[in-house]
């Protein structure tokens, strides 16, 4: 597609549930991120592949945190047993490269509310 | 761990006033260092980018950024602000290294410009 697309746009979820949050990355772009972004905050690193293997998953907070890309393009994160401080705006970025990064395209982002 | 800072949260401006915004960040190896722009609604995206050579670096819409080596600073201007350049921006910093896949962002700046 022409950018990166991000479903769904808005999630409301008690605490308790398991969500799932879609990445649609630029076509033949390599390299895929996911960010956290809290209310008032910049974005804070969370995950990485490079086509289908996760590189770094250091900045998952816990292990309730899990995201997989299996052929490479598409990307799932998914959060169990959501907390009311998994909320924040989820962002996918996705650049073309698969060494150092240069620029990242970004979706628009899941904001994920939990009650 | 790198950490990117502005110090300015909030700015407010009226139209064709001068905009300075302050980045400065913490690492003391090779950078790329990015200023990327939330429009309201919208995703964020590149408003420019410095990776080496002339550290006055001129980006989309009349911005413009100067890299200050020994200052470990990237601060944003623009000569003459319009209305539509309000806005959240966010400086960021990308290591080269073992680090190279992680991009570092500042808390952000609101801009608002009055008509």
């Known amino acids: 597609g022409a950018g990166v697309s991000q479903s769904p746009r808005y999630k409301v979820a008690k605490r308790g549930q398991d969500v799932a949050l879609r990445c649609d990355p630029i076509s033949g772009h390599v390299s895929l991120f996911w960010y956290q972004q809290a209310l008032g905050q910049g974005p804070e690193f969370l995950t990485y592949?490079?086509?289908?293997?996760?590189?770094?998953k250091s900045g998952l907070p816990s292990d309730r945190f899990f995201a997989e890309r299996p052929e490479g393009s598409v990307s799932t994160l998914k959060i169990q047993r959501t907390q009311q401080e998994d909320s924040a705006v989820y962002l996918c970025a996705s650049s073309k490269s698969g060494g150092a990064p240069g620029e990242l395209f970004f979706g628009e982002g899941s904001r994920l509310t939990v009650l | 761990a790198q950490s990117v800072s502005q110090h300015n949260h909030h700015v407010i401006l009226s139209e064709a006033a001068s905009l300075e915004l302050g980045c400065n960040y913490s690492y003391g190896g090779t950078v790329n260092l990015f200023w990327y722009v939330q429009y309201p609604g919208q995703h964020l995206q590149l408003l420019l980018k410095?990776?080496?050579?002339?550290?006055l670096v001129k980006g989309i819409k009349g911005f413009e950024a100067e890299f200050i080596k020994s200052k470990f600073s990237f601060n944003l201007r623009k000569p003459s602000v319009q209305w539509s350049d309000t806005a959240e921006y966010f400086c960021a910093v990308n290591a080269r290294g073992a680090d190279f896949n992680k991009f570092y962002f500042g808390s952000g700046t609101k801009l608002n410009v009055k008509p």
């Open positions: 592949f490079q086509n289908e293997a996760q590189l770094d």
């Open positions: 410095y990776f080496s050579g002339d550290p």
